[in-house]
């Protein structure tokens, strides 16, 4: 079982330069969701998805696109890089919210970008 | 806008000296409030959910525990593998039904010594 994949796991960008990141789950999970990781700023959500088809804003969504075409994908794309956007990118994969569910987010092993 | 606060931001202990970690939060309507532990170059990974104050969780060395304004993750004799970044979560209702998000704390990194 692999849980939640990320590719690439390492990417290195020149300024205006574009590039999308793929994130794979394999636990039919409803919900989806990127996030950024800064030193000394913690976790921040990008975008997320609640279902195939449709996706929404979180807190830093500037600069960045995301589709879920497929349930099981969720793509978070640059479309003219810039150095602000060098960080740790992590994809998270939750299953549909019930009275015990325990909200676990089950996380991928992160995508390392740097924007030159 | 709901916030996490951590503290403290680092620890350093020896093996087998407790403490505990320390977060708190505000935000509207708790959903729930997440413990994780994340390792250098890793994926954060899931330790505890608790739901409404008074509600404790415990595994292996961690016991999670949830007031109405903080939650206390508390190590007992920890090991040198207890060493990570531990992070704390809040859920709370978005617009509409189901779009729960979880705001994160900058976390606290820990340090076990042997």
């Known amino acids: 079982n692999a849980g939640v994949t990320q590719t690439p796991k390492f990417r290195v960008l020149k300024t205006g330069q574009s590039m999308t990141l793929l994130c794979a789950q394999d636990m039919n999970h409803e919900y989806m969701y990127w996030y950024r990781q800064d030193p000394g700023m913690g976790l921040r959500l990008i975008h997320y998805?609640?279902?195939?088809?449709?996706?929404a804003k979180g807190e830093v969504p500037d600069g960045y696109n995301v589709s879920r075409l497929k349930k099981q994908n969720f793509l978070l794309g640059l479309e003219s890089a810039a150095p602000s956007q060098t960080s740790v990118y992590f994809c998270?994969?939750?299953?549909?919210?019930?009275?015990?569910?325990?909200?676990?987010?089950?996380f991928g092993e992160g995508s390392r970008l740097t924007v030159l | 806008e709901d916030q996490v606060t951590q503290s403290p931001e680092a620890l350093r202990l020896q093996e087998g000296e407790s403490s505990s970690l320390n977060c708190s939060y505000t935000v509207s309507g708790l959903r729930g409030l997440f413990w994780y532990r994340q390792d250098p170059g890793k994926g954060p990974e899931f330790l505890f959910t608790?739901?409404?104050a008074g509600e404790e969780k415990e595994k292996e060395r961690l016991k999670a525990t949830l007031t109405k304004k903080e939650s206390f993750l508390h190590i007992t004799a920890p090991k040198p593998e207890d060493s990570a970044t531990y992070l704390c979560a809040v859920q709370a209702p978005g617009s509409g039904g189901s779009n729960y998000k979880l705001t994160f704390g900058k976390g606290t990194l820990l340090t076990v010594n042997p």
């Open positions: 608790l739901y409404s």
């Open positions: 998270a994969s939750r299953r549909l919210a019930g009275l015990k569910n325990t909200g676990e987010l089950f």
């Open positions: 998805s609640v279902g195939e088809g449709t996706t």
